[in-house]
Every structure is written in C-alpha cells, then in structure tokens.
C-alpha cells in the first residue's frame, strides 16, 4: 500500500503539480485549500503532511500542532515563499520535520519526503527494538545523556545489524556485558540465545570443554556428554568476557572455530558447524599483549574487526545524575525504601567523583546510601566516607559565572554541531544524521551560530 500524502495549500496550480509529481513517484496524494478542509481530509489516515506557511484564516504555523496531535508520527513538513532564518527555526522549534522555501525543485521536495518516512521508519523499528532491548538488558542501565555515550550507541547500532565480531575495549565496570546484551537485543538474533562466559572466571583445566563441550568418558569424571557454549549459543550470540585471560593454549583452538565456524567437542572426531556471532570484551591492552607475546596476533585481529571503546564513568559525567535516578528506583522497589531523590549537594559530590570502578562503583554507593537513608532522599551523610568528606570548591565557570540555562544550552548546541562538522570532515549531510536533525534546520542553525566554512 503506498503512502497518503497530504498537500494543504491556497495556490491551486501549486496543489496540483505537486499532486501530479506525487502521483508520478507512487504515492496517494488529498489536497485541501485550507485548514478546515485540512482536518476534515484526516477522517483517513495519512502518512506525510505539505503543508504551506501563508493561509487565509487559520495559517500553518497555528495548524500545525494540530496536525502533530492528530497524526503522531507522521512527518509534516512546512512550506512559504517568505521564508526566512527565523520563521524556520520556528517552524522547527512547534514540531515541522522539515522547512521548504518557494520556490523549490521537484527534487528537494521528493527528497524532503523520502527523508521524512525514512526518519518515521526508523523511529518505530527503534520502538520495537527498545522493547527487545530493555528484556535483553533487564534491569541494567543504558544511559546516553553524554556525547561519548550518544556516540557510542550510535556505533553499536550500526554493529549489531552485521555477524562481525564487536571487540569491546574498557576498564572494568563501565557495563561492556550490558553493551553486548544491546547488541545482541539490536540484531537480527534477538530472538535466540546470548550466552555470556568470563574467561578469567573459570580454570584452565575446565574452560575448553565449557566453550567447545566434551563427549562422554572423554577424560576423568566426564560420566555425561557436555554441548558447550559455542553449541548452546547457536544462532545467536556468544560474549567472551575478559578474552584477555583465554590461556594460550586456548587462544589456537578459538582461532580455529572462528575461522572455520565448527567446533570439535573433546574426545570427539567429527566437528560441529555452529553459527555464532562473537562479542568479546577486555579491560587488558590487546595490542600491548600481542607486543608482549601473551596474546595470539592472528586472533587479536580476528577479533578486532568492529572495535568499540566503553568510556569510563570519569569521561561521561553527564550520565551520572540519570544512573543515580535508575539505581534509586530500582532499588527502592528491591530494599522496600521510601528514598525518591537525593539532595543536590549529594548529587554534586557523585558528579564530581573520578569513579574508578566506574558504574559498577556507583551502583554500590547508591544501594549503600539506600540502605543508611531513613528519610525520603539521600544526602551527604549516607555517601560512603571518600564522597561525603568535604571537597576542594569548583573553579567558577569559564564564562565569568554566567548561570543561564538558556545561553549554556546555546554553547551546548553550538559546540556539538561544531564537533559533528569536525567529526565528518565538514560534511553537512552526514553531520545532521550524527545530530538527528535535517540537513536543513543544520544550515540554519551553522548560520545562527556562525559556524561557517566551506562545506567538503
């Protein structure tokens, strides 16, 4: 079924070459001269909104939020032929996917569309996905309120639709199982098993028949066949935790199975194909193992193809006051609390803090503030002793104490698009799908900020 399009304006000869151009590239096309005729068009459903800015009697700035309560989720995408930087941005500002400026080329309307339900496509197949995502991770925090932590997941997103062995890099505690679990949750096996192993949790001597299984008799105490992980986890995902660890004389033996994708049970002699997608994470430097001869090179690049660092807690403290809002909750239902919140000076102390066992550390402190706290909110006086002790005051801000959440929010903003030009090489395109915005409201916005230059 092809998508309903919706044109809402005055000009006739512009509804109907629009309409023509429509019809032309596949879609269902209603039109309508103004805003009632508009909403009366709606008792059908439709897909994407055209909508022109300069109306009689009710105009599209003012139809719009209508438009947006009765079509959630479709695009609408406001057009005028007195535009300016302004108007756009306000355009932007109520909930307009996009802003097209008259006169305009068939092209840039098509592309302005396709745009459109792509970005629509996309924002349901990730509501499906989180749902997927949040049984995958249970009651784990995914927390992405910092530009490390938004780019991060951004680059697991992208893994998890390919069978490419993920490496993730990290120190210990930054949550690199409960990444692997997105993954996992993300990709095209989220409906088999993820199976997780610490290799530096089991000895030696049992490890390879727990990653590749063993016959029956095949040594002491073997009185039953084992299937091992690498079988349980076919079809789906395996997670090899601390790799770093795997013993040498295993590092061969799991070469051989990625390369080959069979494994060989001990005291069998035929192999077992098996479809496994590996995740393997470290808090050890790979390459400064394989310099030192304790790690395989031939299996540290089969292993490197997608490399994923995990930021410690230290680099993302924007993420902390929203980890301590998770961990209160969750708590508060297992210890039976009353604690709802926690007090500002308590909070800053948390945000302050280096962490150096990092989100596993902070979620320690909150249980252990949840358990001492007999009111309603945490305070200093529950903060393990390292946090509650008094601190060096802050230095005054760089901008000579200007507290306006307003300009702070323009300096954000300005700064990140900054960082997404400089990421991208300049590229425009690519810079506003790092920034989820349209190339469009990007422009304006370069402009707004003075963030000129030439585009590459």
């Known amino acids: 079924m092809s998508d309903r399009i919706l044109v809402v304006d005055d000009d006739e000869a512009l509804r109907d070459s629009l309409a023509l151009l429509l019809v032309a590239e596949g879609y269902e096309v209603v039109t309508a001269c103004d805003a009632p005729s508009a909403l009366a068009c709606l008792e059908t459903p439709v897909d994407v909104v055209l909508c022109d800015v300069r109306m009689p009697g009710q105009d599209g700035l003012e139809l719009l939020p209508e438009l947006i309560r009765r079509l959630p989720g479709a695009p609408v995408l406001l057009m005028s032929a007195y535009g300016s930087g302004d108007l756009a941005a306000v355009a932007l500002e109520r909930g307009a996917f996009d802003y097209l400026a008259k006169p305009f080329q068939p092209a840039e309307v098509l592309l302005a569309i396709r745009k459109a339900r792509e970005r629509e496509r996309l924002r349901r197949a990730n509501a499906l996905l989180q749902r997927d995502v949040s049984r995958a991770v249970g009651d784990r925090p995914v927390v992405a309120a910092s530009p490390a932590m938004i780019e991060l997941l951004e680059l697991i997103e992208r893994a998890a639709e390919y069978k490419a062995t993920v490496l993730l890099t990290g120190e210990s505690g930054t949550g690199k199982e409960v990444l692997a679990r997105v993954i996992h949750a993300q990709s095209g096996r989220r409906h088999q098993a993820f199976v997780a192993v610490n290799c530096g949790a089991i000895p030696e001597t049992l490890l390879e028949s727990e990653l590749f299984g063993h016959a029956r008799g095949a040594f002491t105490g073997a009185d039953r066949a084992r299937r091992g992980l690498f079988v349980e986890a076919d079809g789906g995902t395996l997670f090899l935790d601390e790799i770093g660890e795997l013993p040498p004389s295993l590092q061969v033996k799991l070469l051989r199975v990625l390369q080959e994708e069979e494994v060989r049970p001990i005291g069998e002699s035929k192999p077992r194909i098996v479809n496994v997608r590996v995740i393997a994470a470290t808090s050890r430097d790979l390459e400064r193992e394989v310099a030192a001869g304790r790690f395989r090179e031939d299996l540290f690049y089969r292993l490197d193809v997608f490399r994923v660092r995990v930021p410690p807690l230290r680099e993302r403290r924007d993420d902390v006051p ?114 989820e915005i349209s190339h469009r409201a990007l422009l304006y916005k370069i402009k707004e900020y003075g963030l000129g230059g030439e585009e590459r």
């Open 322 to 435: 929203l980890l301590v809002d998770h961990f209160i909750a969750r708590f508060r239902e297992a210890l039976g609390k009353p604690v709802r919140t926690i007090a500002d000076d308590a909070l800053d102390r948390l945000v302050e803090h280096d962490w150096p066992g990092n989100v596993r550390e902070l979620e320690n402190a909150i249980e252990r503030a949840m358990i001492l706290c007999d009111g309603d909110r945490i305070t200093l006086r529950e903060l393990p002793e390292a946090l509650s002790a008094p601190r060096r005051s802050a230095p005054p801000p760089a901008n000579g104490g200007d507290f306006s959440l307003r300009r702070a929010r323009r300096r954000f903003e300005s700064e990140l698009i900054a960082r997404a030009l400089e990421a991208t090489g300049g590229n425009r395109t690519r810079a506003a799908r790092l920034l």
